[in-house]
């Protein structure tokens, strides 16, 4: 078990430019979230997967931000016509359907800088 | 709806000396509680969890926390500072058994001088 995975790392963009993450969650978990940390601040949920249904979005995910989870496997999150405010770190955590207090697990993030 | 706030964005102590960070949160329902902590340009690890019964949890690096209800806080106590406790902390809360989205507070930045 690798634990939950993120590509890219780093993504530096410009502007107007449209960007894709990549999250990989640990292979037997069926929940899958989006979390977005801006510098100083705790994490923000943005949306929440459980196998491939989309079943949770945060009022902060803007009609320029889209989600898919298409086999219930790895995740991806793009943001189209970056803003300069989208710049944060994005998290992605998965965890198993247990009865209660199911730990979230988090990946190390991917940092994006809009320039 | 929930809402957690931390007391403190930077806590400072010195090595061996007790770690106090605290949480205080609200929730409609009765809460989940956990503790994460993230080290620079890494993602959270959880140092521990509060979903029901004894209210004194233990968890990893010797860290522990109370859930008060009366109180309604989860304050973080560790008896002795190690440096390589230096690191960012993050309570959040979660609606119980129901709920899936994590609402997590500002964060601690603990510090430990030598």
């Known amino acids: 078990d690798t634990g939950v995975s993120q590509d890219p790392r780093h993504k530096i963009t410009k502007r107007g430019q449209n960007v894709t993450f990549r999250c990989d969650p640990i292979?037997?978990?069926?929940?899958l979230y989006w979390y977005r940390q801006t510098l100083g601040q705790g994490p923000e949920f943005l949306t929440y997967?459980?196998?491939?249904?989309?079943?949770?979005k945060s009022r902060l995910l803007s009609d320029r931000f889209s989600a898919e989870r298409p086999k219930g496997s790895f995740s991806t999150l793009e943001i189209q016509r970056t803003e300069q405010g989208d710049s944060a770190m994005y998290l992605c955590?998965?965890?198993?359907?247990?009865?209660?207090?199911?730990?979230?697990?988090f990946g190390p993030g991917t940092r994006l800088t809009v320039l | 709806a929930q809402s957690v706030t931390q007391l403190g964005s930077h806590v400072s102590v010195s090595e061996g000396a007790l770690v106090l960070l605290r949480c205080n949160y609200s929730?409609?329902?009765?809460?989940?509680l956990f503790w994460y902590v993230q080290y620079p340009n890494q993602g959270l690890q959880l140092l521990l969890k509060?979903?029901?019964?004894?209210?004194l949890v233990k968890g990893i690096n010797g860290f522990e926390a109370e859930f008060k209800k009366s109180e309604t806080s989860f304050h973080l106590t560790k008896p002795s500072a190690h440096m390589s406790d230096a690191a960012e902390y993050f309570c959040?809360?979660?609606?119980?058994?129901?709920?899936?989205?994590?609402?997590f507070g500002g964060g601690t930045r603990l510090m430990v001088k030598p």
């Open positions: 955590a998965s965890s198993a359907m247990t009865p209660n207090g199911a730990e979230q697990f």
């Open positions: 997967f459980q196998n491939e249904a989309q079943l949770e």
């Open positions: 959040a809360v979660k609606p119980g058994h129901a709920g899936n989205m994590l609402t």
């Open positions: 292979s037997e978990h069926n929940r």
């Open positions: 509060y979903t029901t019964g004894a209210t």
């Open positions: 929730s409609s329902v009765p809460p989940y």
